[in-house]
Each structure stands twice: as C-alpha cells, then as structure tokens.
C-alpha cells in the first residue's frame, strides 16, 4: 500500500482550496511586488500555490488528537463571535445625536432653501399662475429675478430664441424717431445751441446705445453663434445708419463729451462687424466654394455702396429780405466731422466686398 505522504488526491489540481477562491486570487487588489511564481494566476502555472504550508498532508493521525476538552467554552467563543458587537455608528441615539449636531452646524441659506423648497412642493403651481397673466407681467417678473441674482442671465441667454429681425428694426426705429423728436432737427449746430440739444437726446441716446449694442453682440456672437449673413447685413445696415444721424448730435466734435463715448464706441464696434462679415463671406465663397443668389449679393454691394457714398449738399431754403425784392438763396448746411470721419471708414468695408465677391455680380 502507498504510503499517504506520496499519494495526491485527483483533485488537487482541479479545484482548490476554498481559501485559494478569494477574489484577490484572480489578481484583483493584490500588490506590485508579488513572488514571481504568483503572476499566472489560477489555473495557468506549473504548480497550484496554497495558502497553507507546502505539505498540506502531513497531519497527525486521527487517533492521535484527543478531543478537546474546552468544547463548551469554544462553543460560546464561536457564538460570542457570531453575533458581533453593534458598532457605536448603528445606535439610533447616536444617529439621532449626530443628525442634531449636523442640522445645528448647517448654513442658515441651506436650511432656508430646503423650507423653500418645502414651500414650493406644498404651494400652488407657479406654471399654471404665470399661464393665467398677461404677456406683458412676465418681463417685469424675470428682470426682478435677474436683479437678485444676475448669474441667472447667462442661463436664460442661452435658452432665448433669436429675435424677428423685423421687430428688432422696428424698435430701432421708434427709438431713433423719439431722438429726432427731442432733437429738433439733425443739422449740425455748435455752441451753446448743441450743447443744450444734446443735453435734451443724451437719455435717448443711451437708451438707444443700450439696444443697438445688445442686438449688435446677440446675432454677430450670440449664445447659439452667428445669424445668417444676410439677417447680419441689414442689421449693420440700419444700425450703421442710424448713427450716422446721430453722430450729428455730438456737440464738439474735436473734444466730445464723456457721455458720447459709448456712442463712438458703437460706431467702433459697427466697422469691426463689417471687417468680420466680409471676412466670413470671403472665406465661404473664396475657399469653402459656397455660393448666394445673385440679387443677394447685389443687395449687397448697393447697401454698402449708398453707406459710403457722400450725399449731396444739403440745402435749405433762407429768405432774405430786401428793401427792393425778397429773395431765396440756397445756404448750405455744413456737416459733422464725426459723420464724415465715420462714413470715410466705410470705403474700405465697400472696398473690400467689391474685391471679394464682385466677381460673382459682374
């Protein structure tokens, strides 16, 4: 007969131990400096490596082990252990306590959030409120909430829809109409009289200002990027004209007054659209091979034609009494540095577009 020492159990090979089934024995969470003969893994060596001692075989005999004679006792260390002691963190005292002292630390803002928050579940729909006022109260409700917290105006930025372009235009227009109203009249004027002319508009020309600047920055570089190049062209254009009235207000040209200084600098950002705009069109047609009708482009070229162009002497009509004939002489009226300065600095916008894509009008 084969002595015990020599002789393996089929299975050994096969399956393992149950201690070798732990989940690090397949090389999950185990440490960089492993023994070599460990890298295989399960299965994949020469050899099985067991976590007991290299002759798992070599046990006394049975016979040879008397019973133990502390059973009872390893019996209750065995059911003391079983039934582990509760950790402090499970009492409810504890929890209870716990949650009292984090309620007593937490920010006065946080707790009264979570009662608004309360509240709001609890109180009526506001959607269905909003739904049953007019139109009109809606704006005063968001600009208050703006007020109190102004990061809330790029989040409603980025959900605004453009405007019609036609409404934006018409508001332009009312608002240029009620500064000819207070002006008076659109000559150039020096002295005193243009001092107290732009003192009357200057309100209006801020309010203006305001307008044109937001809907400038809204379709050229919005949330949602760029409109499409002809929405831009007849924003430009009508804004680009109405300046051109209204630099005619600006009393001393050479030295304008501080409160003229958004104005100049609408007329500033009014070129560099204009550059960026030829720019963009240059690039889409001239590079990326795009294309636009032909009467598109020949609107156009006939806008940034009749911005740049000098329009012919004004005249107005003086009566001149004489002791023999009453006469009229045409009097010229002279006109603004600002405009003339600012209307120059369109040339080479019309320039430009006339170089890029007059081919495709010719």
């Known amino acids: 007969m084969a002595h015990p020492l020599t002789q393996h159990p089929p299975t050994a090979l096969s399956f393992g131990a149950p201690a070798s089934m732990h989940p690090l024995g397949f090389g999950f969470g185990q440490p960089s400096h492993r023994p070599a003969h460990m890298n295989m893994g399960i299965g994949f060596g020469s050899s099985v490596v067991s976590p007991g001692p290299s002759t798992p075989y070599k046990r006394p ?57 309360a509240q709001a579940v609890d109180g009526p729909d506001v959607g269905v409120l909003l739904a049953s006022m007019p139109s009109s109260s809606h704006l005063a409700i968001l600009m208050e909430l703006l007020n109190d917290n102004p990061a809330l105006g790029e989040r409603v930025l980025k959900r605004l829809p453009a405007p019609p372009l036609a ?33 009357r508009t200057e309100e209006h020309i801020q309010a203006f200002e305001k307008s044109a600047s937001t809907f400038l920055k809204f379709f050229t570089s919005g949330a949602t990027g760029p409109a499409e190049p002809n929405t831009i062209f007849h924003l430009l254009h009508a ?49 990326r091979g795009g294309m636009y009708p032909h009467g598109m482009v020949s609107s156009w070229a006939d806008g940034l034609a009749s911005l740049a162009r000098t329009p012919p002497p004004a005249q ?43 081919w495709m009008i010719r």
């Not at 207070?182 to 002295?191: D, I, L, M, P, Y």
């Not at 409160?259 to 960026?276: G, I, S």
């Open 61 to 117: 005999p049975v016979r040879a082990s008397p019973a133990p004679t502390s059973g009872p006792s390893n019996k209750r260390s065995r059911r003391r252990s079983a039934s582990p002691t509760p950790s402090p963190t499970s009492s409810p005292t504890l929890s209870r306590a716990d949650e009292r002292k984090i309620a007593g630390k937490a920010p006065k803002r946080v707790r009264k959030e979570i009662a608004t928050a």
């Open 167 to 199: 409404n934006v235009l018409e508001l332009l227009e009312r608002s240029v109409a009620k500064i000819s109203k207070t002006a008076g009249s659109w000559e150039s004027q020096e002295g005193v009289v243009a001092q107290r002319r732009w003192h």
């Open 239 to 287: 804004l680009t004209a109405h300046v051109q009235q209204l630099l005619a207000l600006v009393p001393s040209p050479n030295s304008p007054p501080p409160a003229a200084r958004p104005l100049l600098d609408l007329a500033n950002a009014l070129l560099t659209a204009w550059n960026q705009w030829v720019g963009g069109l240059s690039d889409e047609v001239n590079n």
């Open 316 to 358: 107005q009509q003086a009566a001149q009494v004489s002791w023999a004939l009453a006469m009229s002489t045409p009097v010229q009226v002279s006109e603004s540095e600002l405009v003339r300065g600012f209307r120059d600095a369109i040339i080479p916008v019309r320039d430009s577009f006339a170089n890029s894509l007059g």
